[in-house]
């Protein structure tokens, strides 16, 4: 038995929480299948070229609910997720969006940033990270974060890629799940031999605006998302 409590404390300290063997792995197959079905068909680039130039977020999203397919439901419905998610976030929290994310053999991968803007500390998204495949050193696709940075602001000028002292580097399993803080300072390292995707299941706790993510914070830039602009540049 998972002890919610004691991942959730876990989660309040870090930023982060990482459960290996989350998931069937059946399911992780048929939602994997899904996932490079889609991309198969479709591997166009949804953000604008400078926006992938400057924040080295070589990241193709997919929404599937958006489209009506709900090849996904059962994992966002999935009890124990929501009893943790409920542990963590507390009660009326809502989902906001289900974001598969794909990245291409010898891509970047996602430069250091966080998910939305720590003025307000209450006002954060949720990252639920599925993970359908293995990723590791080989593969490429490692996500570093900094425990502990949802608590100290604004991430630092700087850089968009390189090291930041103290980052622990995940290797997600076939499985996991991340339950990642959107004011956590996190990265995902060049990906190599193999493609990589990830799945999200964003929620936020109550009274925080569903557009909280449409601003993402970069050490060069802070980018918004609805109409594509770098609001700021940072150095
Ligand atoms: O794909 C991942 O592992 C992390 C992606 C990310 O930065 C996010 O979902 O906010
Ligand atoms: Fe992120």
Not at 143 to 166: F, M, N, V, Y
Not at 196 to 222: H, Q
């Amino acid at each position: 038995m998972m002890d919610f409590k004691e991942l959730s404390k876990f989660f309040h300290k870090n930023g982060y929480v990482y459960i290996k063997d989350f998931f069937n792995p059946n399911l992780m197959d048929e939602c994997h299948d899904e996932i490079t079905t889609h991309f198969k068909k479709d591997s166009t680039y949804k953000h604008d070229v400078s926006f992938i130039e400057k924040s080295k977020t070589d990241v193709i999203p997919w929404f599937p609910q958006i489209e009506g397919n709900n090849k996904f439901d059962d994992l966002e419905m999935d009890k124990r997720l929501c009893d943790l998610t409920e542990e963590i976030l507390g009660p009326r929290w809502r989902s906001l969006y289900c974001m598969v994310m794909f990245s291409n053999v010898s891509s970047n991968g996602q430069a250091w940033h966080q998910d939305c803007s720590p003025d307000n500390k209450k006002n954060f998204n949720l990252n639920r990270l599925v993970y359908t495949m293995d990723i590791d050193a080989s593969t490429g696709g490692e996500i570093s974060l900094i425990p502990g940075s949802h608590k100290k602001g604004l991430i630092p000028a700087g850089s968009a890629t390189e090291q930041i002292h103290d980052d622990i580097k995940i290797k997600p399993t076939k499985g996991s799940l991340l339950m990642l803080h959107g004011h956590t300072w996190h990265r995902v390292h060049p990906i190599f031999n193999k493609i990589r995707v990830s799945t999200n299941f964003r929620c936020v706790p109550e009274n925080t605006p569903d557009n909280v993510t449409d601003v993402a914070i970069y050490r060069n830039m802070l980018f918004r998302f609805s109409d594509g602009k770098i609001i700021a540049e940072r150095n």
